[in-house]
């Protein structure tokens, strides 16, 4: 079961699921993303930081977006994550594909950088 937050911070859009992202939940996420997207932000950040737990499903879903980011320009951060989080990510290959940084003040560069 997953909760999702979203706030807006200079311009930025930062997702910030609480709680397990399962093959059930991965949607919730799926959907999120979009609607950043579909508003029209090219800043995304991701605060893992509530989160326990990440399915392989819920993965498949950052990765889905990795094209559709290029095309449209729109850049997504991730950060905070814990260290089993951290280790689900590197032990795909996930850390070569996605960006990711190990807190919010450093999300915030990475975004932002042209």
Known sequence: MVHIKRLQEDGIDIIAPV?????SSSIELDLTIAKSVGEGFAKILVDCG???????AGLGVFMSYIDEFKDKNVKMVLFGMSEKVANTFEILGLYDLLTIAPDKAEAKKKVNEV
Not at 19 to 23: C, F, H, L, S
Not at 50 to 56: F, K, N, R
């Open 19 to 23: 709680g397990e992202i399962d093959a």
């Open 50 to 56: 509530a989160l326990e737990y990440i399915s392989s």
